[in-house]
């Protein structure tokens, strides 16, 4: 996999910058949407939005210099024209760039779900101890918590996906705004 990788010579500063940029917009966002809809404290849902969009950017960015070799000639300087100089040559890469966002996009959803998924889960304070046992019946008993974790999963997913629209909506006008 990393036979002929070698540093690149010539760095695309303005693509971190606004990647940088991007994460910093994004989290924000994020952190606001878990404080309201899933009611943490803002310590907690600033930790969440930015570890799923850390981890979420750095699995994309792994997933794209993997991919970036097998890509044909003619789609690379097409990426190398847009990150240098911000233009397009071929009139048909817009068509793919915007399939290639929806792509992203709901991708990037739905690896933010499985981690925040993961990190309430795993963070919360009750999330390894064994359930109490009460007096009433075991019918009753799975009947809510199938409920319970139904009504969570909802929550999150919904939440996530509010989140998400929410911010790659602010990068959008970000990057219409520059583009002016």
């Known amino acids: 996999m990393f036979d002929n990788w070698t540093l690149p ?20 966002i994020e952190a606001y949407v878990f404080n309201i809809r899933l009611k943490f404290d803002k310590k907690t849902s600033i930790f969440y939005a930015i570890g799923t969009n850390l981890f979420s950017g750095t699995l994309g ?6 991919l970036e070799p097998f890509l ?4 690379k300087s097409e990426l190398i024209n847009f990150v240098f100089f911000n233009s397009f040559i071929s009139a048909n890469t817009q068509g793919t760039l915007i399939i290639t966002t929806f792509i992203i996009f709901f991708l990037t959803f ?15 304070e009750d999330g ?3 359930p109490e046992i009460t007096t009433t019946s075991q019918r ?7 409920g319970g974790v139904r009504l969570q999963a909802t929550n999150l997913v919904i939440t996530t996906l509010i989140a998400n629209s929410l911010s790659y909506t602010a ?5 219409l705004i520059r583009n002016r």
């Open 9 to 28: 010579r010539l760095l695309p500063l303005g693509v971190i910058l606004f990647n940088l940029l991007f994460v910093l917009v994004a989290i924000p």
């Open 110 to 124: 739905l690896l933010k779900f499985l981690l925040l998924q993961l990190f309430v889960f795993t963070l919360s």
């Open 61 to 66: 960015w792994i997933i794209f210099f993997y």
């Open 72 to 75: 044909p000639i003619g789609l």
């Open 171 to 175: 990068i959008t006008i970000i990057l």
């Open 128 to 130: 390894w101890k064994k």
């Open 140 to 146: 009753r008993q799975w009947r809510r918590a199938a």
